[in-house]
């Protein structure tokens, strides 16, 4: 006797977790769809080489799936667009190339993982100096335009001086009414 209960793992498994894996599967997808816990997930991808190579292939086509995505973000592309107008006797189909700036955040994201020590969101210069709080203090005034100038604080939009109340809050909360 074996003990323990007979696998329900099938050959054809492999085939359908590396599509499912090639579409973002995790290991509790897979195991929905197998109708197995994610545990025998596991088990299958470190026992069984075909099921394990078949999972790594699958997601390999993901990952560099979305790596093209987020780098067609990074730097910029040209998108197609079809557009169909007119009636169901007679329609006309124009297609438009419309190109599609770089994204920022999709650029910070790509350099602080591929270049974590150039590109942390925390790096401070090699030279920390007075440059530095200089440029922090010149932000600091571009975000707060009413404080330029003040010692007393921030003006209300109406030209009134707030209450000390209010602008000892605002302080704190380094909000300004």
């Not at 099938?10 to 997808?29: F, L, P, S, V, Y």
């Not at 987020?70 to 329609?91: C, D, H, N, P």
């Not at 709080?133 to 001086?161: D, K």
């Amino acid at each position: 006797m074996s003990g323990g209960r007979p696998t329900l793992y099938k050959a054809e498994n492999a085939d359908i977790a590396r599509h499912a894996c090639m579409q973002g599967a995790t290991n509790e997808t897979l195991g929905e769809r197998f109708e197995v816990t994610r545990r025998t997930i596991d088990n299958w991808i470190a026992t069984i080489p075909e099921f394990g190579a078949a999972v790594r292939e699958g997601r390999q086509v993901a990952d560099e799936s979305v790596i093209a995505a987020l780098y067609a973000r990074a730097t910029g592309m040209e998108r197609k667009t079809i557009e169909v107008t007119g009636g169901a006797a007679r329609s006309v189909t124009t297609t438009q190339t419309v190109q599609v700036l770089p994204d920022v955040r999709a650029c910070m994201f790509w350099l602080r993982n591929r270049r974590p020590e150039q590109w942390r969101e925390s790096r401070r210069p090699a030279d920390e100096d007075d440059d530095w709080q200089e440029l922090e203090g010149a932000a600091e005034r571009a975000r707060y335009p009413p404080l330029a100038g003040r010692a007393s604080g921030p003006a209300l939009s109406t030209g009134e001086e707030p209450d000390a109340d209010l602008l000892a809050q605002a302080e704190r909360l380094r909000v300004y009414p």
